[in-house]
Protein backbone atom coordinates (compact mmCIF):
# COMPACT_ATOMS: atom_id res chain seq x y z
CA UNK A 1 0.00 0.00 0.00
CA UNK A 2 3.02 2.61 0.73
CA UNK A 3 4.57 1.94 -2.60
CA UNK A 4 1.04 2.23 -4.43
CA UNK A 5 0.57 5.64 -2.34
CA UNK A 6 3.88 7.33 -2.82
CA UNK A 7 3.24 6.46 -6.88
CA UNK A 8 -0.10 8.28 -6.86
CA UNK A 9 1.54 11.40 -4.88
CA UNK A 10 4.35 11.67 -7.28
CA UNK A 11 2.08 11.49 -9.93
CA UNK A 12 -0.35 13.60 -9.20
CA UNK A 13 1.07 16.96 -10.08
CA UNK A 14 2.03 16.14 -13.59
CA UNK A 15 -1.38 14.34 -14.67
CA UNK A 16 -3.33 18.00 -12.66
CA UNK A 17 -1.21 19.77 -14.95
CA UNK A 18 -1.85 17.86 -17.88
CA UNK A 19 -5.40 17.97 -17.00
CA UNK A 20 -5.37 22.01 -16.34
CA UNK A 21 -3.58 22.06 -19.96
CA UNK A 22 -6.72 19.97 -21.42
CA UNK A 23 -9.22 22.15 -19.73
CA UNK A 24 -7.94 25.55 -20.82
CA UNK A 25 -7.59 24.24 -24.26
CA UNK A 26 -11.33 22.82 -24.08
CA UNK A 27 -12.33 26.11 -22.89
CA UNK A 28 -10.13 28.11 -25.74
CA UNK A 29 -11.18 25.53 -28.78
CA UNK A 30 -15.23 25.79 -27.79
CA UNK A 31 -14.74 29.84 -27.45
CA UNK A 32 -13.09 30.40 -30.80
CA UNK A 33 -15.79 27.87 -32.22
CA UNK A 34 -18.97 29.51 -31.84
CA UNK A 35 -21.47 29.16 -34.01
CA UNK A 36 -19.21 26.29 -36.06
CA UNK A 37 -20.42 22.78 -36.48
CA UNK A 38 -19.56 20.12 -33.51
CA UNK A 39 -16.81 18.40 -35.41
CA UNK A 40 -14.92 21.73 -35.87
CA UNK A 41 -15.88 22.89 -32.40
CA UNK A 42 -14.03 19.43 -31.32
CA UNK A 43 -11.07 19.97 -33.60
CA UNK A 44 -10.76 23.13 -32.19
CA UNK A 45 -10.81 22.18 -28.85
CA UNK A 46 -8.26 19.57 -29.60
CA UNK A 47 -5.97 22.28 -31.53
CA UNK A 48 -5.56 23.95 -28.62
CA UNK A 49 -4.71 21.76 -26.53
CA UNK A 50 -2.01 20.06 -28.81
CA UNK A 51 -0.28 23.75 -29.51
CA UNK A 52 -0.08 24.11 -25.16
CA UNK A 53 1.61 20.77 -25.00
CA UNK A 54 3.49 21.73 -28.14
CA UNK A 55 4.79 25.16 -26.81
CA UNK A 56 4.06 24.44 -22.86
CA UNK A 57 5.63 21.48 -22.24
CA UNK A 58 7.39 20.34 -24.85
CA UNK A 59 9.41 23.26 -25.53
CA UNK A 60 10.90 23.41 -22.22
CA UNK A 61 11.67 20.18 -22.19
CA UNK A 62 13.97 20.84 -25.78
CA UNK A 63 15.37 23.69 -24.13
CA UNK A 64 16.28 21.68 -21.03
CA UNK A 65 17.85 19.03 -22.89
CA UNK A 66 19.96 21.04 -24.86
CA UNK A 67 21.17 22.88 -22.26
CA UNK A 68 21.94 20.04 -19.85
CA UNK A 69 19.59 17.08 -19.02
CA UNK A 70 16.23 16.73 -17.47
CA UNK A 71 17.34 14.56 -14.60
CA UNK A 72 19.62 17.65 -13.07
CA UNK A 73 17.27 20.23 -13.78
CA UNK A 74 15.37 21.95 -10.98
CA UNK A 75 13.33 23.56 -13.06
CA UNK A 76 9.13 23.30 -11.93
CA UNK A 77 8.29 21.91 -15.25
CA UNK A 78 11.09 19.29 -15.27
CA UNK A 79 9.52 17.70 -12.55
CA UNK A 80 6.81 16.14 -15.00
CA UNK A 81 9.49 15.27 -17.21
CA UNK A 82 11.19 12.85 -14.63
CA UNK A 83 7.74 11.38 -14.10
CA UNK A 84 7.10 10.44 -17.54
CA UNK A 85 11.03 9.20 -17.42
CA UNK A 86 9.65 6.67 -15.04
CA UNK A 87 8.05 4.92 -18.41
CA UNK A 88 10.30 5.65 -21.14
CA UNK A 89 13.93 6.68 -19.69
CA UNK A 90 14.80 8.38 -23.01
CA UNK A 91 13.41 11.57 -21.31
CA UNK A 92 15.87 11.81 -18.59
CA UNK A 93 18.73 12.31 -20.76
CA UNK A 94 19.81 13.77 -24.48
CA UNK A 95 18.92 11.01 -26.31
CA UNK A 96 19.39 12.34 -30.06
CA UNK A 97 16.09 11.05 -31.85
CA UNK A 98 13.76 11.96 -29.17
CA UNK A 99 15.17 15.25 -28.56
CA UNK A 100 15.47 15.81 -32.62
CA UNK A 101 11.82 14.98 -32.99
CA UNK A 102 10.85 17.04 -30.25
CA UNK A 103 12.61 19.99 -31.60
CA UNK A 104 10.56 19.23 -35.30
CA UNK A 105 6.85 19.12 -33.23
CA UNK A 106 7.38 22.34 -31.65
CA UNK A 107 8.49 24.09 -34.12
CA UNK A 108 6.98 22.33 -37.26
CA UNK A 109 3.55 20.92 -35.23
CA UNK A 110 3.09 24.07 -32.76
CA UNK A 111 3.16 26.39 -35.89
CA UNK A 112 0.87 24.42 -37.87
CA UNK A 113 -1.60 24.03 -34.83
CA UNK A 114 -2.30 27.75 -34.82
CA UNK A 115 -1.87 27.71 -38.78
CA UNK A 116 -4.78 24.98 -38.38
CA UNK A 117 -7.06 26.76 -35.57
CA UNK A 118 -6.66 30.10 -37.67
CA UNK A 119 -7.90 28.39 -41.41
CA UNK A 120 -10.74 26.90 -39.09
CA UNK A 121 -12.04 29.85 -37.69
CA UNK A 122 -11.83 31.84 -41.11
CA UNK A 123 -12.70 29.19 -43.10
CA UNK A 124 -9.80 29.01 -45.19
CA UNK A 125 -9.15 26.92 -48.60
CA UNK A 126 -6.14 25.38 -47.01
CA UNK A 127 -7.49 23.89 -44.32
CA UNK A 128 -7.35 20.39 -44.77
CA UNK A 129 -4.10 20.95 -46.38
CA UNK A 130 -2.45 22.19 -43.74
CA UNK A 131 -5.02 19.91 -41.58
CA UNK A 132 -3.63 16.98 -43.34
CA UNK A 133 0.08 18.16 -43.10
CA UNK A 134 0.05 17.99 -39.05
CA UNK A 135 -1.66 14.67 -38.65
CA UNK A 136 1.24 13.34 -40.76
CA UNK A 137 3.54 14.93 -38.78
CA UNK A 138 2.16 14.02 -35.44
CA UNK A 139 1.82 10.58 -36.44
CA UNK A 140 5.24 10.04 -37.99
CA UNK A 141 6.69 11.73 -34.71
CA UNK A 142 4.69 8.39 -32.83
CA UNK A 143 6.04 6.40 -34.82
CA UNK A 144 9.53 7.70 -34.71
CA UNK A 145 9.23 7.84 -31.18
CA UNK A 146 8.51 4.00 -30.39
CA UNK A 147 9.62 2.17 -33.45
CA UNK A 148 13.72 2.62 -32.94
CA UNK A 149 13.29 1.28 -28.85
CA UNK A 150 10.67 -1.77 -30.31
CA UNK A 151 13.54 -3.10 -32.96
CA UNK A 152 15.97 -2.98 -29.90
CA UNK A 153 13.55 -4.76 -27.30
CA UNK A 154 12.04 -1.60 -26.02
CA UNK A 155 15.30 -1.23 -22.95
CA UNK A 156 13.88 2.20 -22.30
CA UNK A 157 10.17 1.43 -21.63
CA UNK A 158 8.89 0.49 -18.30
CA UNK A 159 5.46 -1.85 -18.95
CA UNK A 160 5.50 -3.44 -15.81
CA UNK A 161 3.49 -1.09 -13.72
CA UNK A 162 -0.08 -0.32 -14.89
CA UNK A 163 0.28 3.60 -14.59
CA UNK A 164 3.53 4.02 -16.53
CA UNK A 165 2.28 1.48 -19.67
CA UNK A 166 -1.28 2.21 -19.91
CA UNK A 167 -1.73 6.03 -18.54
CA UNK A 168 1.96 7.42 -19.71
CA UNK A 169 2.96 5.05 -22.67
CA UNK A 170 -0.38 3.58 -23.87
CA UNK A 171 -3.02 6.33 -23.49
CA UNK A 172 -0.98 9.63 -23.72
CA UNK A 173 0.71 8.54 -26.82
CA UNK A 174 -2.42 6.77 -27.81
CA UNK A 175 -4.52 10.18 -28.02
CA UNK A 176 -2.08 11.70 -30.63
CA UNK A 177 -3.05 8.90 -33.05
CA UNK A 178 -6.10 8.12 -32.62
CA UNK A 179 -7.17 12.14 -32.90
CA UNK A 180 -4.74 12.85 -35.69
CA UNK A 181 -6.67 9.73 -37.62
CA UNK A 182 -9.86 10.88 -37.26
CA UNK A 183 -8.86 14.30 -38.59
CA UNK A 184 -7.28 12.64 -41.26
CA UNK A 185 -10.63 10.57 -41.76
CA UNK A 186 -12.47 14.11 -41.82
CA UNK A 187 -10.44 15.75 -44.36
CA UNK A 188 -10.45 12.64 -46.69
CA UNK A 189 -14.61 12.64 -46.37
CA UNK A 190 -14.69 16.18 -47.14
CA UNK A 191 -12.18 16.18 -49.87
CA UNK A 192 -13.68 13.46 -51.55
CA UNK A 193 -17.31 15.72 -50.86
CA UNK A 194 -15.80 18.68 -52.69
CA UNK A 195 -14.51 16.50 -55.36
CA UNK A 196 -17.67 15.43 -55.96
CA UNK A 197 -19.58 18.59 -55.69
CA UNK A 198 -17.25 20.11 -58.45
CA UNK A 199 -17.75 17.11 -60.54
CA UNK A 200 -21.49 17.35 -60.53
CA UNK A 201 -20.90 20.92 -61.02
CA UNK A 202 -19.04 20.58 -64.09
CA UNK A 203 -21.28 18.12 -65.86
CA UNK A 204 -24.25 21.00 -65.54
CA UNK A 205 -22.64 23.23 -67.73
CA UNK A 206 -21.55 21.00 -70.08
Known sequence: MRGDWELGAAAGGPLLLCAALLAVGCA????????????DRGALAWLCFDALVHFALEGPFVYLSLVGNITDSDALIASLWKEYGKADARWLYLDP??????????????????????????????????????????????????????????????TNNWLYFWVYLVFFNGVWVLIPGLLLWQSWVE????????????KKFQ
Open 28 to 39: LGLRLGRGLGAA
Open 97 to 158: TIVSLEILTVVLGGFLALVLIYAIVKGKHYRHFIQITLCVCELYGGWMTFCPDWLMGSPNLN
Open 191 to 202: LKNMHHRGFNSG
